[in-house]
Every structure is written in structure tokens, then in C-alpha cells.
């Protein structure tokens, strides 16, 4: 079974930035769209970003626009997250997910697209 692997989490203060990285634990695995989810302690898993394989045609919460960017090398098979001005709210486990192509763009903002999940990384903004 394939699995993601997120790394980049940690602490930082607000303003501050960080880079997330996910890769398949197998080499010949690329999906289509990868992706990126939050979910902070007692709140649903949320959507953050995608980025599309081929375009690259990327996809952001509003709640992350201008502040998160996402990008994604395909020569290294990984997928990458841009976080800056970070802020307390952003505090959570990001995961890091991989699915398939879909007619419908919107389909990518939801968890039930992505059939393949990373374990999670913490990122810790504190104020």
C-alpha cells in the first residue's frame, strides 16, 4: 500500500514561515492532484491546497490565499507547501493526500476525492 510522506512541521511564531514537503513512500507513484488538508484539535479536516500534475493548475482556501503557495516537483515526485505570515489560527495537523483527475475541479476541495493519505504533520504558530 502507498502512503505520503509529510515532513516540514514544527514550531514557529506568528509571522513566521515554513515549508512543508510530501512524497510517496514508492518512487513510481505520482497521482494526479496532490493536495494538502488541515485539521485542528476538535474541528473537521479542512482543505488548504492542491496542484494539479500535468498544468500544475493549483487550488487554495480562501482562508490561505496570498499567505500559503503550493508547488510541486515532478522530477522529484514531491509536492511542496509554502506557508508564510503564519498566524495562531493556522495552528493544526497538515496532511498531505493524493487522488486521481476528476472532470470537476471542485471535487478537489473535498477529502472524499483522495484515496491516499499521509500520517500528518504538526505545525505549531504560537502568538
Known amino acids: 500500500q502507498v502512503q505520503l510522506v509529510e515532513s516540514g512541521g514544527g514550531l514557529v511564531q506568528t509571522g513566521g514561515s515554513m515549508r512543508l514537503s510530501c512524497a510517496p513512500s514508492?518512487?513510481?507513484?505520482?497521482?494526479?492532484?496532490m493536495a494538502w488538508f488541515r485539521q485542528a484539535p476538535g474541528k473537521e479536516r479542512e482543505f488548504v491546497a492542491a496542484i494539479t500534475w500535468n498544468y500544475g493548475s493549483s487550488y487554495y482556501a480562501d482562508s490561505v490565499k496570498g499567505r500559503f503557495t503550493m508547488s510541486r516537483d515532478n522530477a522529484k515526485n514531491t509536492a511542496y507547501l509554502r506557508l508564510n505570515s503564519l498566524e495562531p489560527e493556522d495552528t493544526a495537523v497538515y496532511y498531505c493526500?493524493?487522488?486521481?483527475?476528476?472532470?470537476?475541479?471542485?471535487?478537489?476541495?473535498?477529502?472524499?476525492?483522495?484515496?491516499?493519505w499521509g500520517q500528518g504533520t504538526q505545525v505549531t504558530v504560537s502568538s
Open positions: 493526500a493524493g487522488g486521481p483527475q476528476s472532470l470537476d475541479s471542485a471535487s478537489y476541495y473535498y477529502t472524499y476525492h483522495y484515496d491516499y
Open positions: 514508492r518512487r513510481t507513484f505520482s497521482p494526479y492532484v
